[in-house]
């Protein structure tokens, strides 16, 4: 029998939104946007728009997201028109890579705290 197919993990989450967003709900979606980066998910962000005098507002909106995300996140697939909306993939920015605590120590700083004691002088 075969094994059934493997379910995909989907570690993308879509914001969708319109040109004419006001002010705190942009915030509001870009707050969204930033705990799911946070949490190492891909962001598929969607400015979607109606007929060809709103393609370059939702243009500006998408720039203007991506300006407000900067050092947060880092574009993944660069912006681009599908199905009469503006799409851009962010990821999270890369880990730093942070060294085990062992390794980041010097020899000699090992040798005095791994609890060897030294020998007592006589005297």
């Not at 998910?41 to 243009?59: D, H, I, K, M, T």
């Not at 942070?98 to 006589?122: H, I, N, V």
């Amino acid at each position: 029998m075969a094994k059934p197919a493997a379910k995909q993990k989907d570690n993308s989450k879509e914001l969708q939104l319109r040109p004419r967003i006001m002010e705190h709900d942009l915030a509001t979606k870009l707050r969204r946007a930033e705990g799911w980066l946070a949490d190492g998910l891909n962001v598929n962000l969607v400015v979607a728009f109606r007929g060809e005098e709103q393609s370059e507002p939702a243009a500006q909106l998408c720039d203007t997201v991506l300006e407000r995300l900067d050092g947060r996140a880092r574009v993944d697939k660069p912006r681009r028109v599908q199905a009469g909306a503006w799409r851009v993939t962010l990821k999270p920015p890369p880990q730093k890579r942070t060294q085990p605590a062992d390794a980041a120590q010097p020899a000699a700083a090992k040798a005095r705290g791994s609890g060897l004691a030294e020998p007592a002088q006589a005297g």
